[in-house]
């Protein structure tokens, strides 16, 4: 619709081939399947530590009073109707490492080294109640976990027209 | 004092708007032509500011355009600052031929300009009667992007034939990234490096940023850096933990991009105070799915609809500026529009998004018909549904 | 130091871009959302102002909308300040009923928002080779107005039939006035309030100004007061002393009111220094006359035409964006664009324009053909034909 | 093509009527038939010593060098080759008296009352070789007066297509 390439040359020559240490730099992401995860690994026990020194004042723990005025959501909870957390609602354990990694600490994001985003995730889902404090989190064992959620996750159903949905 | 000088010169330089009590402007001179324009000091329009979002003052606003700089915002850690001379965006993944290209490899392309809207998913805020335009849903806004289409980097990349999605990331601190499905790329994202006429500014994303018409404006990552081809969704948490939305049994919706038809009046509208007479009844509709097809207008609370005038041209995807003749005798009135989009779309209630979705719905996608009241004494109140 | 607070509240509240020096923006918090958005620091587009007028930066710009702070400006006395409180619009003479009109009474009318340019007639600069679009032809930008059909006030005010010609009357200093053909009045002039989305800026007129579309921009008489319908024109210093053009046989051109067709590459031009490879000719094309049928660009200083291809949607009286692929592969080039609007009339040489006009034809309505010369180092520069 | 009336009231009720004194504060024109010019009146002489008060500065004499940097454009000069100047230019002195009533001097617009509007109009037309020293202007003989160039004005005649005019 908006582009008529009929007289384009094959190829504008912009540009600069990416090279795998490029790449290598920004590729943050990690996939359900796993793909993106690094080497390393870490468990509840060594993950709850820096939870509690670099995480806590803005997250809080179960014992937190609901009224806190905190700055990041509530990342662990056993109460019912806690809204969307980690242990109700996401659909996938790898998505915690990937977000973990690039985006937090909030204030210092990106500091931390693949070793303790195991960790820290590895706590979280132990005290999400996903895994126990001793299971190791590592590129193997996280895109094996079923998170509680993800069955409940379905593709976009609205096409437009009349029916409202 | 004068300073004589070549032709035609004037003389107070520095004498701002704020400083001139002007009885009658016909008998001072102004001040010269500059080298930026600026507001009327009688005009302060501004966004509303939350901690992580700020909204348009659409009651504030005439026409389609969005002033670049009250363009909502919406971002999860803040603006980025990026030099322009060091930004790059880096293609690779399932292509033939991983490439990394500057802001002047971007604007060397065939470029493409087009008139649309970004909203945000969140866009509905209610529960009181003292509520303007803004405030319940002043996360849209519109403006003429310019960029490179990401088809014509996709053809420069070679997307394998088996890619069928890819992911978008921004170089902004909160990394943020979002996965969209191929044939969205090569339908009509753009890769857009300008808004209304000139570099697109650091709230939208400067130096680029990714558009991708009609869908939920989280998906159009900011301060892109990165787009990855992949032959599955990356799950992120803005598209597991965010972004989607419970409906019936227990269900979430996922991956629902479209942001679905929908109108607002923004005139007359709280905390405005009517007076009798003629006037127009003003809004706009939009719709992710395409042209609007038609605007309809109640003033006597959904009783009988009229169609309202739209403001040519109609564009794709576009904010359409709708209006209809009104004359308010006095007495209570409610005034409510609804847009009708080309594929037959009619926007809901408030009540039928819940009859089809459940009371567990959530906030994202609302688009239900907006009723301001009108008060014997001319006030207008938002009618809020929740 | 982090301030607690609510929900995703960031905390660099006082931390401006310019005191940001950041190495890798994905690891540092950016500022939150705010009242008004920003232009990134490393971009400074401006006007080039003289005495008399400021240009708009043409070669800065993408797609079709002037920033409004960038839209070019023409005064004769400054630009005034005016309370829109106190603002009022009155008109009489050959009426059945005089009438004045508040701003607020103007907004109430039956509304019209519509995009088209403006260009002030005396929009033609050359004498060298060092010459930016800005420097050439600056004097024309293009916004998004919205306002009030003139001939809805007609309509109310009951112009007489044997009315022909209006006075336009501003608050400025200058009392600035022109006589407009009553027909114009009729056809598409507006009384805009709005421009770009958001009350229309002091240096355009604030807070209503007249716009004759495709006309010479001194015609669009703003801060309008006053209107005066009449039998007759009334001759005043800007429809004689000014704004007028030698012709032959020692003939003054009057009341050429409409601008011609014209185009202007933006890109490649002065002062850009031009990389080898592929690249996108750019620029805009415009015409009081109608619509921009075609743009021909060519690459050999005129020998061959190519056809341009033109933005969409292609607008009646409008600045129109157009884009020619091309290939450098060094050497000497001389870049030439010209527009045909939709009368068939075809953007003339500066030869031409001297051979139907003679010599003493002044600087008002020249749009001759822009020509920029591309130097084997990559040089561009323009070929004055003066 | 931008109005829809079909279903407009005959009237929207806006604005308020416009009284004679309303328009008679702001009524400045004047036409070429001399509608709009006021009473009084005023010759050469006493319009000579305001222009030698109030314009001087930025308009010079006919003696002022060519080189001066003037802030005003040159209103008298009886030099051939001298440009757009009142006596080779201005089609009808109503012109000048409307003009220089709404718009001169630049630095204190719209202060000279009427009369010195004429005299200094006066002035500028005998300076320019229209009239005689003594020849007085007013509502009556400014609109008899026939300017040199305006036999030279003739209407527009471009009208779009292919011809370049
Ligand atoms: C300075 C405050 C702060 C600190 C410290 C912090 N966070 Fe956060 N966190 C936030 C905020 C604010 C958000 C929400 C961001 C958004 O919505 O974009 C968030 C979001 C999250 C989320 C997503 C929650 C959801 O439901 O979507 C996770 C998981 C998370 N943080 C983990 C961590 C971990 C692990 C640490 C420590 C290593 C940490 N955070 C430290 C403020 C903080
Ligand atoms: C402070 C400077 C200044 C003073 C004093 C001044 N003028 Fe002017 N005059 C100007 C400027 C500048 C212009 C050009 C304005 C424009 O082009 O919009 C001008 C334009 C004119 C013109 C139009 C000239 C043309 O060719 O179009 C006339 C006539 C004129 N002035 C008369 C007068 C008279 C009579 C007085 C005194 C009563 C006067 N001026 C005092 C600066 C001045
Ligand atoms: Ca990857
Ligand atoms: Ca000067
Ligand atoms: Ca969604
Ligand atoms: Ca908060
Ligand atoms: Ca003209
Ligand atoms: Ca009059
Ligand atoms: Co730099
Ligand atoms: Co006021």
Not at chain 1, 81 to 101: E, M, Q, S
Not at chain 2, 131 to 136: A, D, F, L, N, S
């Given at each position: ?118 960790q820290v995730t590895a706590f979280l889902l132990q005290a999400n109640k996903i895994i126990g404090e001793q299971d190791v989190m ?28 | ?239 597991t933990a965010k972004y989607t939305e419970g409906v019936k049994d227990g269900k979430i919706r996922q991956f629902s991009f479209v ?124 009618k809020s549904e929740k």
């Amino acid at each position: 619709v908006y582009t008529d390439s009929a007289n384009w040359p094959a190829s504008f020559g912009l540009g600069r081939p990416a090279s795998s240490s490029d790449i290598a730099k920004m590729d943050l992401d990690v996939r359900p399947d796993g793909k993106g995860l690094p080497v390393g690994e870490g468990n509840a026990i060594a993950g709850k530590a820096i939870y509690l020194t670099k995480c806590v004042a803005c997250h809080g723990t179960d014992t937190t009073s609901g009224d806190a005025k905190l700055l990041g959501p509530v990342l662990i909870s056993t109460k019912p109707g806690k809204g969307k957390t980690i242990g109700n609602y996401w659909p996938y354990a790898t998505t915690l490492f990937d977000y973990v990694r690039r985006a937090m600490p909030y204030n210092e994001p990106g500091s931390l080294t693949n070793e303790e985003v195991y960790q820290v995730t590895a706590f979280l889902l132990q005290a999400n109640k996903i895994i126990g404090e001793q299971d190791v989190m590592n590129a193997k064992t996280l895109p094996k976990l079923v998170m509680p959620a993800q069955k409940r996750f379905i593709p976009d159903d609205r096409k437009g027209g009349p029916e409202v949905r | 004092v004068l300073l004589k000088s070549s032709y035609g010169q004037v003389v107070q330089k520095a004498i701002t708007h704020a400083e001139l009590k002007i009885a009658d402007p016909t008998k001072v001179l102004g001040p010269p032509p500059g080298a930026l324009g600026t507001r009327s000091k009688f005009e302060t329009p501004v966004k509303k500011a939350s901690d992580i979002s700020s909204r348009t003052p659409l009651q504030d606003l005439f026409g389609t355009i969005t002033p670049s700089d009250l363009h909502y915002e919406r971002h999860h850690a803040g603006v980025p600052v990026i030099d322009p001379h060091s930004y790059s965006l880096t293609i690779h993944g399932m292509v033939d031929k991983p490439l990394v290209f500057s802001l002047a490899d971007l604007k060397r392309f065939p470029s493409v300009t087009r008139i649309f809207f970004v909203e945000c998913s969140g866009n509905y805020r209610g529960g009181k009667a003292e509520m303007t335009p803004q405030e319940i849903c002043g996360l849209t806004s519109q403006s003429e992007w310019t960029g490179v289409m990401l088809s014509t980097l996709f053809r420069e990349v070679g997307v394998k034939s088996k890619a069928s999605w890819f992911l978008a990331e921004g170089s902004d601190a909160a990394v943020m990234t979002r996965s969209v499905p191929v044939n969205k790329g090569w339908e009509d994202a753009m890769i857009a490096y300008a808004q209304n006429g000139e570099a697109i500014r650091p709230e939208q994303g400067y130096p680029a940023r990714l558009l991708l018409p009609g869908w939920e404006g989280n998906t159009s990552v900011k301060w892109l850096r990165r787009i990855e081809l992949s032959d599955q969704p990356f799950m992120t948490r803005e598209e597991t933990a965010k972004y989607t939305e419970g409906v019936k049994d227990g269900k979430i919706r996922q991956f629902s991009f479209v942001m679905d038809a929908r109108s607002i009046i923004t005139y007359p509208a709280y905390p405005q105070q009517l007076q009798k007479g003629w006037m127009e009844i003003r809004g706009i509709a939009w719709s992710g799915r395409g042209k609007i097809y038609k605007v309809e207008v109640s003033t006597n609370g959904g009783k009988t609809w009229q169609d309202a005038r739209l403001q040519d041209p109609v564009l794709d995807k576009a904010h359409t500026a709708f209006r209809y003749l009104w004359e308010w005798k006095g007495g209570e009135a409610e005034l409510l529009s609804r847009a009708i989009d080309e594929t037959g779309y009619i926007q809901p209630t408030m009540k039928q998004l819940t009859d089809a979705r459940g009371q567990d719905m959530g906030g994202y996608h609302l688009n239900p018909v907006t009723s301001w009241l009108v008060q014997r004494d001319g006030k207008v109140l938002f009618k809020s549904e929740k």
